[in-house]
C-alpha cells in the first residue's frame, strides 16, 4: 500500500465511449502525475500538476483529458480512444509543489498507484 | 536525444546474488532511482542515488558511476518474491526523470 489508490484497476471500453480514471493520494503530496505504460516500453509521462495547476503537458492528444480538483485527486477523462491507447494508467505524487522547476520536474521520490488496466476495443 | 539501457530480461537462483545494470545518456543528471514493479501492481521505491558509489539498503544495493553514465542494483540472497520487473530512471538537467524500460527478473527455484 503506498497511500495511493486508483479507479477502476480494469476498464474495457469501445472507441466511441466515455469514461474516467480517478486517482486518490493519501500522503499529503502537492504534485500528481498520469503516465502511461505499454509493454516492454518506459513509462511515458502524461500530465503534471503541482497545488492543482497543470505544469507539464507532453503533447499528449486532446482525446485525453485531465482535471484536478483538489491537490488529493486527480482524474483522466478519456474520449473516442483508439485501440493503441491500451496500456496501463498509472498515477503518481510526489512532495514537490511549488518547487517544481518549469519543466515540471523535481528530486523528490514518486509514489504511484496500481495503475488501470486499460483496453480499447 | 536521451536513453536509458537496461537488460530486458535476467534469469537468476533462489538463495543467488543478481546485478541489474542501468546505463544513460542523459542531458545532465540530477539523481537516479531504481523501482520494483511487480505484475499488475504499483512501481515501488528502491532507491535513489546522486553521489558516486555504494548504497545498501538490507538484501538490496545501489551502486552508481557518474563519471561512466552507470548503475546497478544488486540483490542478494534471492527470494521467489523477487521476481519483478525492476526500473531504472534518471533525473536530467530540467528535473525531468527519464525512464528505462525496465529488467524483468525472473527467479527459478
Known amino acids: 500500500e503506498t497511500g495511493v489508490t486508483q479507479t477502476p484497476r480494469h476498464l474495457v471500453m469501445g472507441m466511441t465511449n466515455k469514461k474516467s480514471l480517478k486517482c486518490e493520494q493519501h500522503?499529503?503530496?502537492?504534485?500528481m502525475y498520469w503516465y502511461k505504460q505499454s509493454a516492454k516500453k518506459p513509462l511515458e509521462l502524461m500530465f503534471v500538476y503541482s497545488l492543482e495547476e497543470r505544469v507539464e503537458n507532453n503533447s499528449v492528444p486532446s482525446r485525453f483529458s485531465p482535471e484536478c480538483p483538489n491537490s488529493s485527486h486527480l482524474f483522466l477523462h478519456l474520449h473516442t480512444l483508439q485501440p493503441e491507447d491500451s496500456a496501463l494508467y498509472l498515477c503518481a505524487s510526489s512532495q514537490a509543489g511549488s518547487s517544481l522547476a518549469g519543466s515540471g520536474g523535481s528530486t523528490d521520490t514518486q509514489y504511484f498507484g496500481p495503475g488501470t488496466r486499460l483496453t480499447v476495443l | 536525444g536521451q536513453n536509458i539501457d537496461q537488460p530486458t530480461e535476467m534469469t537468476a537462483t533462489e538463495g543467488a546474488i543478481v546485478q541489474i545494470n542501468c546505463t544513460y545518456q542523459?542531458?545532465?543528471?540530477?539523481?537516479l532511482f531504481w523501482y520494483q514493479q511487480h505484475a499488475g501492481e504499483a512501481p515501488t521505491f528502491l532507491s535513489y542515488?546522486?553521489l558516486d558509489g555504494l548504497e545498501e539498503k538490507g538484501r538490496f544495493s545501489s551502486f552508481l558511476s557518474r563519471s561512466k553514465g552507470y548503475s546497478y542494483l544488486l540483490l542478494k540472497e534471492l527470494q521467489m518474491k523477487d521476481s519483478a520487473s525492476y526500473l531504472c530512471a534518471v533525473i536530467d538537467s530540467n528535473y525531468q526523470l527519464i525512464w528505462g524500460a525496465g529488467t524483468k527478473l525472473i527467479i527459478k527455484p
Open positions: 542515488n546522486v
Open positions: 542523459t542531458s545532465g543528471f540530477n539523481g
Open positions: 500522503l499529503g503530496h502537492n504534485a
